[in-house]
């Protein structure tokens, strides 16, 4: 029997177009009824069918077996065939690395003229990757390879090509070439070990993938890292519902979903242990089997805090990292990215419109357009660059097209001062401010904030953050409100007190300007006439 390792009701689940073909790709040909032209139609021309079937590979026991595919392999490459580019957060173990170089080569036996790529983590990672290449080809039963009519013909430290024109890869960048299939193990180990060569897996190999074709990122949450970035961006382009072809499509795969994440000899479930079940039922809505609890309390006894990054329950469980020490991530991506906040087209004419504004001093400026209604923060746009004068952003605002009521400016406008042309005289921002204001005939309100501990602002901003909505195109701010961290002490291994200065420090300032710098009248309906009910959140354009 072939065994899929799944049900008939989860097979018609992941694979719509095949409903009903259950019972085709769980059971092997009766060859004795079939003619060999029968058997290559229905059998041998299925990748699903082939991918369970004509395979072999090396388990975890040492044992050579035939290649057949567990759940999470069936969810990765259902989903693939939905939308061709992936990325794929993980717990260990699910054989996910393995399906997609099966997948690959069969891809190039079956398939001319394929240009596919491999990266992994490091030079042994990637020779084990075309060991296991070699060992498929080797393993293939002659009748497939006769029935293929090809041949191997290079097979190096670089590259396994065959004579149909179709070569597989390893590489540590792709910049040059054309791919239609690409694979990227354990992009966070990357990310954490060579930052420099995960951005250039950025700007360099995801640009050489052929629109449309296949492109799977996969790893174990590593902290805040590059690959932290694509995966939120992934889960706000998809909840967002604007997602496209160049869009990673996000999937999570949990300790939950692997049937061999259990143990039968019963443990001991001590107070910390409860609290997290508890927890975990509760946000996932399951209920664990006594042998996963089993499972999860030896784990954790052999891995500590490092558990939630090797077996997560769910993303947010992935990131919480030792060295994970950002302010915002967690609550945004549980109350705005998967409650509802993420609005397309937030802004409303009806509502009046503030600017709040992060001043940079050789650095970046930035502009948060922010509404209220009913208590609800709504930033509905932004816009941040350097090396500009303070008119430059003023006029940015003017041709917004956005009625505006205030600009609102961060404490030290008060006294900063910047010489001006003509007498000489140095004025502070917030006076230029005015100026500029009222040269221009404009009725904007200038607001200068009080100053107040950073400390203070970074816990308004968490408050603020469950009462937030955002328009997705606020990329910069979405991505200060994933990153905005402590620093950290590599002598003492332990998180400081102090924010990190970086790129995403700017958008968090300004932040903390509008949570600190709420009116005492905002919260009501002020708003010239009814808000139209599409425009609430968690109702109409919220996803």
Known sequence: MINLRISEEVFDELYPDLKGLYSHYDTPPDHSKLTKEQFEARYLSSKLWRLNNIYSIVDKRGDKVTFRMNQAQ?????????????????????????????SYFDDAAFRSNFTIGLMAQGIDEASTLLERTKFLWDEL??????????????????????????????????????????????????????????????????????????????????????????????????????????????????????PDCVQSVTQTIDGKALEYFEKLELETGR?????????????????????????????????????????????????????????????????????????????????????????????????????????????????????????????DAAHRTIATQGNGKAKSVKDIVREWIKEEGLTWGVRVLPKDSIADGIEAVRRMIPKLSIDPKCTYIIDCLNNYSKEWDDKLLVWKK??????????????????????ESEGSNNSRRAIPQRHQRGTGFAI
């Open 74 to 102: 069936h969810i990765v490459y259902a989903r693939s065939r939905q939308h061709t580019r992936v990325v794929i957060l993980k717990s260990r173990q699910q054989g996910i690395s393995t399906f997609w170089l099966v």
């Open 141 to 258: 039963a002659p009748s497939v390879k006769s029935f293929l009519n090809i041949k191997c013909v290079a097979d190096n430290a670089k590259k396994y090509a065959l004579s149909n024109n179709s070569t597989i890869f390893i590489r540590v960048s792709f910049r040059s070439a054309t791919l239609q299939r690409m694979h990227i193990s354990e992009f966070g180990k990357i990310a954490n070990a060579n930052p420099k060569r995960a951005k250039e897996t950025q700007t360099g190999t995801l640009q050489a993938l052929a629109p449309g074709n296949t492109g799977v990122i996969e790893s174990t949450a590593e902290g805040r890292n590059l690959f932290k970035t694509v995966w939120d961006n992934a889960m706000i382009a998809h909840k967002s519902g604007q997602m496209t072809a160049k869009d990673f499509y996000p999937v999570f795969l949990s300790w939950l979903d692997d």
């Open 287 to 411: 209920c664990l089997t006594r042998e996963q609890k089993n499972f999860w309390i030896t784990q954790y006894r052999e891995l500590g805090g490092d558990i939630h990054q090797e077996y997560p329950g769910t993303p947010e469980e992935a990131f919480l990292a030792s060295r994970d020490g950002t302010y915002y991530s967690r609550l945004f991506n549980a109350h705005v990215v998967n409650g509802g906040g993420l609005v397309v087209g937030l802004y409303d004419e009806n509502l009046p419109t503030d600017v709040f504004f992060d001043l940079g001093v050789d650095d970046y400026t930035v502009c948060g357009f922010v509404q209220w209604y009913r208590h609800n923060y709504r930033v509905c746009d932004e816009y941040w660059n350097n090396g500009y004068a303070i008119g430059h952003y003023l006029k940015y605002c003017q041709e917004s097209g956005y009625e505006i009521r205030d600009i609102v400016l961060p404490h």
């Open 498 to 519: 102090t924010p990190l200065h970086d790129e995403y420090s700017h958008g968090a300032d300004m932040l903390r300007q509008v949570a600190m710098g709420v009116r």
